[in-house]
């Protein structure tokens, strides 16, 4: 089995989020999907991070990516004023992307699991106009309930015997990151994700204006379409990531300091 990489973080409420520009996590998710190791990737949010604080089984899942981004823009303004001055946001959407972009110069297909299959129907027409080159391996709705230990490996295989590369996944958190954590060094993939970026990029959901995303109001931008939905999910995660993440502040012994662990990292880039 491939040893974990050396991938600079800094803790956010005690959970190492990698601290890497965009392209710098995009260049390292690439290379590992060339190289087919098996890697889980969590794309972190305020939401994300208040389950880990609270459960501790996904506390555990959490600290044992490979890799977690910093999507929402709390996380990305925790990091600067903690040093990690020059760090963007590497958001769900962005991921998709970008990586479907270079997928299909590299060779690299890729493979989605969960959602429902009207969206995933929509999410192939869009990407086969804006990537008419990328190899979908597959598209594989999963059903609500659990999958029986048959079907379960019946997919790994599915996934295995593709050839894919990524591996996109859409079952909401936690579970979707409990799931990848299920199946680290058993599909020899890099699993990532995407909870809600499914149905957005189908076009079933609006995403926020670019100023909207930057002033960090993209959650509120989400909680107009959805109001029933979110409304539950945010009053209780977003009031006490702020007093938490204030604390960290203000005990923080690197608050402002410079963050140079950036230079340690040894990454390559893919041409």
């Given at each position: 089995m491939v040893g974990r990489a050396f991938l600079p973080t800094q803790k956010v409420l005690e959970f190492p989020i990698t601290a890497l520009r965009f392209e710098e996590q995009i260049q390292t998710?690439?290379?590992?999907?060339?190289?087919?190791?098996?890697?889980?990737?969590?794309?972190?949010?305020v939401h994300m991070l208040m389950e880990a604080y609270w459960n501790p089984e996904f506390a555990c899942v959490l600290r044992g990516a490979d890799l977690v981004t910093p999507d929402g823009m709390p996380l990305v303004w925790m990091m600067?004023?903690?040093?990690?001055?020059?760090?963007d946001r590497v958001a769900g959407m962005d991921i998709l992307s970008a990586l479907c972009e270079l997928a299909q110069t590299l060779d690299?297909?890729?493979?989605?699991?969960?959602?429902?299959?009207?969206?995933?129907?929509?999410?192939?027409?869009?990407?086969?106009?804006?990537?008419?080159?990328?190899?979908?391996?597959?598209?594989?709705?999963?059903?609500?309930?659990?999958?029986?230990?048959?079907?379960?490996?019946?997919?790994?295989?599915?996934?295995?015997?593709?050839?894919?590369?990524?591996?996109?996944?859409?079952?909401?958190?936690?579970?979707?990151?409990?799931?990848?954590?299920?199946?680290?060094?058993?599909?020899?993939?890099?699993?990532?994700?995407?909870?809600?970026?499914?149905?957005?990029?189908?076009?079933?959901?609006?995403?926020?204006?670019?100023?909207v995303r930057d002033l960090g109001f993209e959650w509120l931008y989400r909680w107009v379409q959805e109001p029933r939905r979110l409304w539950d999910r945010y009053t209780k995660t977003i009031p006490p990531f702020i007093w938490l993440a204030f604390k960290q502040l203000l005990t923080s012994s690197s608050?402002?300091?410079?963050f140079h662990i950036r230079e340690r990292y040894l990454g390559w880039r893919v041409e």
């Open positions: 998710i690439l290379r590992w999907a060339i190289a087919h190791e098996s890697k889980t990737v969590c794309v972190a949010n600067r004023l903690l040093g990690a001055r020059y760090q690299v297909s890729v493979f989605f699991v969960g959602s429902q299959t009207e969206i995933l129907s929509h999410m192939r027409t869009k990407l086969e106009q804006e990537f008419p080159r990328l190899k979908i391996a597959a598209m594989e709705p999963l059903p609500f309930r659990p999958l029986t230990a048959t079907e379960d490996e019946a997919l790994s295989q599915k996934i295995n015997s593709s050839g894919a590369g990524i591996v996109f996944v859409s079952l909401g958190c936690p579970k979707q990151e409990k799931w990848m954590a299920q199946h680290h060094g058993k599909i020899q993939a890099v699993m990532i994700g995407l909870g809600g970026v499914f149905p957005v990029y189908a076009g079933i959901h609006k995403r926020a204006p670019r100023l608050f402002s300091t410079p």
